[in-house]
């Protein structure tokens, strides 16, 4: 196995997996996912009931894969939507080394030769039920110099705060940077998280109706630039939970937020599309 490949294989077992402190009790994370969209080059409906690994060709033509290691079960992708349950994902850890359970499905596509201006999902809007839970977004940055994950989810925090949020982990410095957090209103159907890439990386979020229709203006939630060293670059979405037995005490999170803050601040703006 050559280095790009067990770095990428580290990414993958590493993947979507936030966890901070301690008095974690584990639950399952349990939404749909009612569009995946790569613009201009794909776009997942989940309407042919066959779930992940299983992925629409790309516009034009072209093969497309998911890589989803858990796997979905049958009958997990039904009526337009694809079920995430986290429970039904591997064991992960996180950027600091916090356990997690996670399903997800990364598209295996390098969207640096793409030209992709745009990632988005729509999820159904429900509350992640325990400390440590989430669903959302992901991409991925693999390189010789960094191992970078940025997650959009709904997130449920340790202070039992419900927020959308944008977090950087980094696997080689062992950070988790948040860069922006906004309360979440479960008075709508569903919620739709996007990221531009186009200029930096920019994180917005749009509130739907029950049929999938914008019912509120995007808002941005939060940007950074895009970082240098990155050969490639992937995404997915995906269902997590925390799993008991993290023992990271309160005020070492905030100096974990510290350290990622200082980390974030090296990076320089680089275009990825
Ligand atoms: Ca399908």
């Known amino acids: ?18 966890a901070l402190v301690a008095n974690i009790a584990s639950a399952s994370v349990i939404t749909n996912i009612h569009e995946f969209s790569v613009s ?20 034009g033509g072209g093969a497309a894969s998911y890589f989803a290691p858990a796997g979905f079960p049958s009958g997990a992708e039904s009526g337009g939507k694809l079920q995430l349950d986290s429970s039904l994902g591997g064991p992960y850890v996180n950027a600091i080394g916090d356990s997690r359970k996670s399903q997800f499905a990364t598209l295996s596509l390098n969207l ?57 982990q980094d696997f080689v410095s062992h950070t988790i940077t948040p860069i922006a957090q906004a309360p979440v209103d479960f008075g709508f159907a569903e919620i739709a998280l996007e990221f531009d890439v186009t200029n930096g990386i920019i994180g917005s979020y749009t509130y739907l109706d029950n049929n999938g229709v914008p019912a509120s203006a995007a808002t941005v939630l939060g940007s950074i630039g895009d970082i240098p060293g990155i050969s490639v670059v992937e995404t997915g979405f995906f269902a997590g939970e925390a799993v008991g037995g993290a023992t990271v005490p309160e005020p070492m999170s905030i100096a974990l937020f510290g350290i990622g803050i200082v980390a974030l601040s090296m990076f320089s703006r680089r275009r990825i599309s």
């Open 112 to 168: 640096l030769s793409l030209g992709v201006t745009d990632i988005s999902g729509k999820f159904d809007l429900v509350a992640p039920p325990a400390r440590g839970d989430a669903y959302g977004l992901y991409m991925l940055g693999f390189g010789p110099s960094a191992s970078l994950e940025l997650d959009f989810m709904v997130w449920h925090g340790f202070d039992d705060a419900l927020s959308i949020f944008l977090v950087l």
């Open 40 to 59: 201009p080059v794909f776009t997942d409906n989940f309407s042919d009931g066959n779930p992940p690994p299983s992925a629409p060709d790309l516009v």
């Open 1 to 18: 196995m050559n280095r790009s490949a067990v770095n990428r294989l580290g990414w993958f077992f590493s993947i979507v997996s936030l």
